[in-house]
């Protein structure tokens, strides 16, 4: 859907996820607090699709609460060459044989796997055009929203 609505702000979030192979996935445990794990995301078919090994913990946090967090890999360094990139949404188990088959012919994940369909609700880039800090965000249903901003424009506020 990002890139049917904002084609050139997507194909930079997908380049960013595409420059590594690993990326760091945030679910939900059953207790509510945060679980942090390691995932190969993979762009195809127009759309985000999560694979993971069968009765991994995020595969059973995602079955439970579909809500999650993608972070792309910062890859080496301290540059963020490419930006930085983070998407949320709901995950979404696919089931469908035929659609399983297909997308483990041309992936070739280990098998058995769970696979996910990610239905985004927020896009994230963050890059540096000195002096300024550029967040870009998307929401289904909003248009692209940028905001450049500097260490000077921030307000400590103390309770």
Do not use: C
């Amino acid at each position: 859907m990002v890139e049917a609505v904002v084609p050139e702000f997507a194909g930079r979030v997908r380049k960013r996820f595409g420059a590594y192979r690993h990326h760091v996935l945030a679910t939900l445990r059953k207790d509510g607090g945060p679980r942090l794990a390691g995932l190969e995301a993979d762009f195809r078919y127009g759309e985000l699709w999560l694979g993971m090994m069968v009765g991994s913990r995020k595969a059973l946090d995602l079955r439970r609460d579909p809500r999650f967090s993608l972070q792309a890999n910062p890859g080496p360094g301290t540059d963020l060459s490419g930006g930085d990139v983070r998407v949320s949404g709901r995950a979404v188990e696919v089931t469908n044989p035929e659609v399983v088959a297909r997308y483990a012919a041309v992936v070739k994940p280990p098998e058995p796997f769970h696979l996910f369909r990610a239905e985004l609700t927020e896009v994230l880039h963050t890059s540096v055009e000195d002096p300024y800090v550029v967040l870009e965000s998307w929401v289904p249903g909003r248009p692209l929203r940028t905001i450049r901003r500097t260490s000077g424009d921030a307000t400590l506020r103390m309770a």
